[in-house]
C-alpha cells in the first residue's frame, strides 16, 4: 500500500473517533443554554458592561466606621463628637455642662434638643486581642483612649501578611469583619477601642480558580489585597491563542442577593443564604472588555473558566493525530527513498 492511501485510512480511522477528544469544560454556548433547565433558573448568566461595573462598585461593604462609632467616647484631645453639633470639649467638665453644650449647638437644628451625657467605668478597661498576633492577650486601654491600630501593634502586631489577614471586632453583642488593609487605608474604619472589646485577626489566604483554554489552570493565590479580572488572567498565563474563544470568558461567583435585583437578574430557584449564582460573561474580542476586565474587582474562591474555540477540537484531533500518524509517515517515507 502506498504511503499516502495509509495516511489516508489513518485519517478515516481516527475521524471516526473523534468523539474521544478531551475537552476542559463546556462551551460557551453550553454555559449560557445550561443557566435553565425544566424552566428552573440554575443561574443567572451577565453579560459585562460599563453598567454592570459601576453596579458592583457602588455596592456596600463591611465597616467598623458604620457598625460601631455610634456611642460616643472622650478622645485624646479631650472632646467628643457629636453629629450636627461638632467636637464638645469634655475633659475636666460635669456631664450636665457638657450635656448644656450639646443642647445649646444643637438648638438651631432642632425643637427642644435634649442630651444625655452618661459616664461609663469599667474595672477591666481593656480589649483582649487574638488569634494572628504575634502576643495575643488582654490590652489595656490609656486614659485618652486607643484606637484599633494601636492595640494591634500594642499585642505585637499581624504576624501574617497584611492583605491576608482580617479582623474581627466584637462589641456589645454585634461583630463585624473587614480585610487588614481596609483597616490600614482608611482612616475612618480605625475606630476607637472600648472596654470588652473582642479584636481577632486571622488569616484568610485569598485565592481564585483558574480553569479552561488558559495558559494556567491551577488555584492561585492573590497575592495582594485587591486584584482586577485582568490581574488574575495575567497570573494564569492569559488565554491559548490556539484553544481559547476570547467570546466565552466566565467568571462564576455566588451574590448577595440584593446585587443579583440590583443587576436587574433573577434569583435562582432554590437558592439560599441570601445568596444566587451569578456567571459574568466578558467578550475579550471586543477592546473595550479589557477595560471592564481592568476595573471587575476579584472576590475570593472566584471561578475563571475560558472556553474552547470551535476550531480548538480540530487543533486538538490534529495534535493527536500527529502522535499516531507521525512515526508511521516517517518510517513509510524513508522505506519508500530506501527502496525496502
Not at 459585562?48 to 467616647?73: G, M, W, Y
Not at 438651631?108 to 498576633?133: D, H, Y
Not at 489566604?205 to 495558559?215: K, L, M, R, Y
Request: charged letters at 20%.
Amino acid at each position: 500500500m502506498k504511503p499516502v492511501a495509509v495516511l489516508a485510512c489513518l485519517i478515516t480511522l481516527s475521524f471516526g473517533g473523534c468523539s474521544w477528544i478531551p475537552r476542559a469544560g463546556p462551551s460557551a454556548s453550553e454555559v449560557v443554554e445550561q443557566s435553565r433547565s425544566d424552566g428552573e433558573i440554575l443561574f443567572d448568566v451577565v453579560e459585562v458592561d460599563d453598567r454592570v461595573i459601576s453596579t458592583l462598585r457602588v455596592q456596600p461593604k463591611e465597616s467598623f466606621a458604620a457598625r460601631f462609632t455610634r456611642d460616643t467616647q472622650v478622645e485624646s484631645d479631650g472632646a467628643i463628637s457629636v453629629p450636627y453639633a461638632g467636637r464638645i470639649p469634655a475633659a475636666g467638665r460635669l456631664p450636665a455642662e457638657v450635656q448644656q453644650t450639646i443642647e445649646a449647638r444643637l438648638a438651631g437644628r432642632a425643637l427642644q434638643p435634649q442630651a444625655l451625657v452618661i459616664v461609663k467605668r469599667s474595672f477591666a478597661n481593656a480589649v483582649t486581642v487574638t488569634g494572628e498576633v504575634v502576643a495575643g492577650a488582654r490590652i489595656p486601654l490609656s486614659p485618652g483612649g486607643d484606637k484599633l491600630l494601636e492595640v494591634i501593634a500594642a499585642a505585637g502586631g499581624a504576624k501574617a501578611p497584611v492583605h491576608e489577614t482580617f479582623v474581627r471586632l466584637s462589641r456589645n453583642g454585634t461583630t463585624a469583619t473587614i480585610p487588614l488593609q481596609q483597616l490600614v487605608s482608611d482612616p475612618a474604619e480605625n475606630v476607637y477601642a472600648r472596654p470588652g472589646d473582642m479584636l481577632t485577626l486571622a488569616r484568610v489566604p485569598q485565592t481564585f480558580a483558574v480553569f479552561g483554554a488558559t495558559g494556567r489552570n491551577a488555584d492561585i493565590p492573590f497575592s495582594a489585597a485587591k486584584i482586577s479580572l485582568t490581574e488574575a488572567l495575567g497570573k494564569s498565563q492569559g488565554l491559548r491563542d490556539d484553544l481559547a474563544k476570547p467570546e466565552g470568558v466566565f467568571l462564576f461567583r455566588y451574590e448577595p442577593n440584593e446585587v443579583v435585583r440590583s443587576l436587574d437578574q433573577p434569583t435562582a430557584s432554590g437558592s439560599g443564604g441570601g445568596v444566587s449564582p451569578i456567571v459574568y460573561r466578558f467578550n475579550l474580542r471586543d477592546a473595550n472588555s479589557y477595560l471592564l476586565t481592568g476595573g471587575f474587582p476579584m472576590r475570593d474562591k472566584d471561578v475563571i473558566f475560558v472556553a474552547d474555540a470551535p476550531a480548538a477540537q480540530i487543533y486538538k484531533f490534529f495534535t493527536a493525530l500527529n502522535q499516531v500518524t507521525g512515526p508511521i509517515v516517517t518510517g513509510l517515507v524513508t522505506c519508500h527513498y530506501a527502496n525496502c
